[in-house]
């Protein structure tokens, strides 16, 4: 097996709260690995409001979801954290002075602290109400695609008509055997520029688009050869396909983070105050993840609990080194860090 990651800090989730974790870590020297299961930073800013003004970011009257997140990300560039997207922290073990996480695609990083941010949980795929879907997932029926190649000549159905679907029509066609798109009505909420193009492949014969529901799958040990489509004039029709993609949004769940033996409180994860860590010593909680008296659920309050996380975080990875205070305005040593010219 491949040899695992080494890294100062792996910080589960890249939300606004995970982002500027990237930040603080880094004034104080230490290295992070950034794990997101969805494709993107940004956690629920972009995800959720990507276009809604926040009004409450100190010194930003008004931002976006998506432009607070460009910001962060530019802010912490001079950190080279590493990202992983597409991937979710599944498990967690001990050692002896740090951890080893393993995501769901099987990427294992060994650190000496864990920065958990996770904030409303990891956005999770909502599952089509199919009868026995679950014996395909995984095998014939996927969420979200980690490989372009694992679809190379296959029968690809995807179903929905949000901006995933469209995306991964336009993506996948060109590797695909065969595409069809089934949505139920034929408004899509998705960019027009994807939903045209998508049209011109449907004129072109490159892509076939169905009206209507997917109401059956069919197959055998998971593995899908084709589905029943009801149009809406109530007509049913089997569509052959042997991988579906279904893009039915998104919702937010606790998930692993619940199995790693931490306190919980109503499925979030109570800190103290002074350094916003969990029950156990070097697995930090920050953001809307976590609780503690007078706790409010806002960017603000998790960017705070970021600075603080930091400065214990560093005396986990450097026992012996003292951190003096500093501001980023004043010290040369920070501004070098930062890459101030
Ligand atoms: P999140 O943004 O929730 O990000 C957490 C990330 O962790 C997610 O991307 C998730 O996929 C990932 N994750 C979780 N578990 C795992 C795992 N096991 N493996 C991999 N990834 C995982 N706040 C304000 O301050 N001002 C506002 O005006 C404001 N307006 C809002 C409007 C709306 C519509 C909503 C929904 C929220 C608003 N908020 C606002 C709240 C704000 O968005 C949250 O406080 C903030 O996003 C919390 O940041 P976070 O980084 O803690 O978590």
């Known amino acids: ?78 950190f080279g954290a590493e990202f992983h997207f597409n991937e979710r922290v599944d498990q967690l073990e001990r050692l002896d002075e740090g951890f080893r996480l393993t995501t769901d695609g099987g990427i294992v990083i060994e650190c000496k602290v864990v920065v958990i941010a996770a904030g409303g949980g990891s956005f999770t795929p909502k599952r089509p109400p199919l009868p026995g879907i679950e014996n395909y997932e995984g095998k014939s029926v996927f969420y979200s695609v980690k490989k372009i190649e694992d679809f190379r000549d296959k029968d690809v159905l995807i179903v929905g008509g949000g901006d995933s679907a469209l995306d991964w029509s336009l993506n996948l066609q060109p590797v695909a055997k065969s595409l069809t798109l089934v949505h139920r009505r034929d408004q899509f909420r998705a960019a027009p520029d994807s939903v045209n193009k998508m049209f011109k492949l449907v004129e072109n014969g490159d892509i076939k688009f169905e009206l209507g529901q997917v109401t059956e799958l069919h197959g055998d040990d998971g593995q899908l050869t084709g589905v029943t489509v009801k149009a809406p004039d109530g007509k049913t029709f089997e ?22 033996g931490l ?31 007078g706790k409010l659920k806002l960017i603000l309050s998790g960017f705070h609990e970021a600075a603080l996380m930091a400065q214990k975080a560093h005396e986990y990875v450097y026992p012996d080194k003292k951190l003096t205070f500093q501001y980023t305005t004043s010290s040369t040593s920070l501004q070098k860090k930062l890459g101030v010219k």
């Open 263 to 293: 306190n919980l409180e109503e499925n979030l994860i109570p800190v103290d105050t002074e350094k916003f860590e969990t029950s156990e010593p070097r697995i930090f909680a920050i953001g809307d993840i976590n609780t503690y008296a």
């Open 1 to 78: 097996s491949e040899e695992p990651i080494k890294t100062d800090v792996v910080i589960v989730g890249a939300g606004p709260v995970g982002l500027f974790a990237v930040f603080e870590l880094g004034l104080v020297d230490l290295k992070c690995h950034v794990v997101d299961i969805l494709p993107r930073a940004g956690g629920q800013c972009s995800e959720l409001y990507p276009e809604k003004p926040i009004y409450d970011i100190p010194a930003l009257p008004t931002v976006t979801g998506q432009e607070l997140t460009d910001r962060l990300m530019e802010q912490i560039e001079p």
């Open 239 to 260: 569509q052959e396909a042997n991988a579906m993609l279904p893009f039915f949004g998104l919702t937010m769940k606790l998930g692993p983070v619940a199995d790693w």
